[in-house]
């Protein structure tokens, strides 16, 4: 089945760049997503992007997809003690697939 | 109000017992969904659905049922409670094909079950 691996915490002083890794195995995926879980609540969609895509922008948020490699990346510019939170990555092959999850990675942010 | 509630929020219950944890959603969503989350295992898919006569087991049903009353509606049952099942579980929602191409998931807040 299909598979979809994080690393499990990452930790950066705030201001600086954090790069959330994620790789998965359906090489048929067709949207990749990133997921935001805050602390007592339940998943929130970030961001997302079409396997046809490298690459997406949305403010300080960038999203780096290598679809030969199967690897998606999340950087977060100037990051803030707010973005401290728990980043799912998940895929989806469309039509009647369910959603993949990966493990989710801890982020925390030092003032 | 939220679009997806779960109830209760918090469940405390001792091994052998039945439990329902229930889930109703306003955004008019076909598909529905129930995870677990455990510390360092991520989301697992428990049951999903979707539609309201279409139930499906995820990769850790055993142990679990579901019924999906209304398209609004998805409840989870433990039919005997046991320790191993201490988790957060979470309901979602979401709709291929509708209002978004992208099957983006809509989350409840989590209920937190301890079996004791």
């Known amino acids: 089945g299909e598979d979809v691996e994080q690393s499990l915490f990452l930790s950066v002083r705030e201001g600086d760049s954090s790069v959330i890794n994620c790789t998965y195995t359906?090489?048929?995926?067709?949207?990749l997503y990133w997921y935001k879980q805050e602390p007592g609540a339940g998943l929130q969609l970030l961001t997302y992007?079409?396997?046809?895509?490298d690459m997406k922008q949305d403010q300080r948020l960038t999203v780096l997809l290598n679809k030969k490699d199967k690897h998606l990346s999340l950087r977060i510019a100037d990051t803030q003690t707010g973005d401290s939170a728990i980043y799912f990555c998940?895929?989806?092959?469309?039509?009647?697939?369910?959603?993949?999850f990966g493990t989710g990675t801890k982020l925390q942010v030092i003032p | 109000d939220a679009d997806v509630t779960q109830t209760p929020r918090n469940r405390i219950t001792k091994t052998g017992k039945r439990i329902m944890l229930e889930c109703s959603q306003t955004?008019?969503?076909?598909?529905m969904y129930w995870y677990r989350q455990d510390p360092g295992l991520g989301l697992r898919l428990i049951y999903y659905?979707?539609?309201?006569?279409?139930?499906n087991k995820g990769e850790i049903s055993d142990g679990y049922s579901v019924s999906r009353q209304a398209q609004a509606k998805f409840s989870l049952s433990l039919e005997s409670a046991i320790p191993n099942q201490t988790a957060l579980y979470f309901c979602?929602?979401?709709?291929?094909?509708?209002?978004?191409?992208?099957?983006?998931?809509?989350f409840g807040p989590g209920t937190r079950l301890t079996v004791l």
């Open positions: 979602a929602t979401s709709d291929l094909g509708r209002d978004s191409s992208t099957d983006t998931q809509y």
């Open positions: 359906d090489s048929s995926s067709t949207y």
């Open positions: 992007i079409f396997s046809n895509m």
């Open positions: 998940a895929e989806n092959s469309g039509g009647y697939q369910k959603v993949t």
């Open positions: 955004k008019g969503h076909d598909r």
């Open positions: 659905s979707f539609d309201v006569k279409d139930i």
